[in-house]
């Protein structure tokens, strides 16, 4: 088994709150993220046979959501908008930004595996363009000077949570 025996119990525990299986899909999605960081064919097929829906069904939601990654990250994702809005403010400047700060093409982690790069369709916040999501955290109105900050800030406080 991939899962662990709490992450197993909570998806249980969810499944059982509803007349469906199937609305069951995304919090046993949620939950297994909760605890891999990533999802794949692997945690696909565990949480299938956990929920007893066919594995296809799975793959399919987990699929659509961007919040899902498919492989592993690292210790923050950094997903960046890339939609009308954000773009027509500056998000490929952003995003370019990202890669030569990082060292990183799209997609990628840096070899700390502190930091991995995506860009996303949508993340809501137009009126606030350029933006980015970093694991559960919005950073919106981006300038340079705002994304340095902010990864100074992840970078010590990860070294604070190391210690």
């Given amino acids: ?9 909570n998806i249980k525990a969810r499944a059982a709150r509803y007349p469906s299986r199937r609305s069951a899909i995304l919090p046993a999605l949620t939950a297994a993220y909760k605890q891999m960081g990533y999802l794949d064919a692997d945690i696909y097929l565990e949480i299938s046979r956990i929920i007893k829906i066919p594995y296809i069904e799975i793959a399919e939601a987990a699929s659509f959501y961007t919040m899902f990654p498919k492989h592993e990250v690292g210790r923050y994702l950094i997903q960046v908008c890339h939609n009308i809005s954000c773009s027509l403010r ?13 060292d990183i093409g799209m997609g990628e982690t840096t070899p700390d595996n502190m930091f991995t790069l995506i860009s996303v369709e949508c993340l809501g916040g ?9 694991n ?14 902010i990864l100074d800030e992840l970078r010590a406080k990860a070294m604070q949570e190391e210690k």
């Fill in 1 to 9: 088994m991939i899962l662990n025996d709490a992450t197993v119990q």
């Fill in 90 to 102: 500056g998000a490929d400047n952003m995003i370019e930004y990202l890669q030569s700060k990082l």
């Fill in 126 to 134: 137009c009126s606030a363009a350029p933006m980015m999501q970093i």
């Fill in 136 to 149: 559960e955290d919005y950073y919106e109105d981006l300038t340079r000077a705002k994304v340095d900050k």
